[in-house]
């Protein structure tokens, strides 16, 4: 079996060797960069199933790097963990919205980081594998090609907005609570006090136009898309 690529993308070298001599440890290839430019280089060049992403880099931001990667269609199966000294809600909620499909801590125990980019990697392999088009209230969604449409007009979504839009079209009908979609959407406990999941919602309505109706709100629960008519 081909072994799978991981690119650690990380500016203090102690700490970038110590990780990618676990990683490697655990059985994968492991690829270093220290820079913006070093990883954006090396992932367009070998396409990585995952990138340890650290936010703050000498010629840039971890964030803009997820943004990147996010937008390039070759690289959209990719999984982004990224590394943060920040661990306040907000960060957290910029990394996640930016693309990201997990976020460490620093300091961190790097046992529990190879455990999380294996965990990173088997929520990404059943939508590498199980690619499909989702359609209803004229929306059409495609996971392989990552692109979604009204009426066959194009629209653009940011990642964050593309999996919310996923999770209510795969579950027409039923309600999905603010605390199912922050942990199936943003992977935070659910058990947070925040108003991001209202505001991505509205959001994602106003993109969606006049399909946006097809996302109700209820009252005290949540929100459900409403079953296309047979």
């Known amino acids: 079996m081909t072994q799978q690529r991981v690119l650690v993308v990380e500016d203090e070298p102690d700490l970038r060797t110590l990780v ?22 090396l992932a367009r060049a070998h396409v990585p199933e995952l990138v340890v992403l650290d936010i703050m880099l000498p010629d840039g931001n971890g964030i803009e790097v997820c943004r990147t990667l996010r937008a390039d269609v070759a690289l959209s199966a990719t999984a982004i ?39 990173v990697l088997r929520r990404r392999q059943p939508a590498a594998t199980a690619a499909h088009r989702w359609q209803a209230h004229g929306i059409a969604l495609d996971d ?6 009204v009426d066959g007009a194009p629209i653009e979504l940011t990642a964050l907005e593309f999996r919310l839009l ?25 058990d947070l006090q925040t108003r991001t999941v209202d505001t991505h919602v509205k959001r994602l309505r106003e993109t969606l136009g006049r399909a946006g109706d097809a996302i109700e709100t ?3 629960l949540g929100y459900r898309m409403k079953p296309s008519a047979p």
């Open 218 to 220: 209820v009252r005290g």
């Open 20 to 41: 990618a001599h676990h990683l490697d440890l655990a059985g994968w290839q492991v690829m270093e960069a220290g820079s913006v430019r070093e990883s954006l280089a």
């Open 144 to 149: 392989q090609a990552h692109t979604a449409s």
């Open 166 to 190: 996923h999770r209510f079209l795969c579950h027409p009908g039923v309600v999905l609570t603010r605390q199912r979609l922050l942990e199936e959407v943003w992977q935070m406990r659910p």
């Open 81 to 119: 963990l990224l590394l943060t000294a920040r661990g306040s809600e907000i960060d957290r909620v910029a990394g996640l919205e930016a693309g990201a499909d997990d976020y460490v801590v620093k300091p961190f125990s790097v046992r529990e980081l190879v455990l999380r980019c294996r965990a």
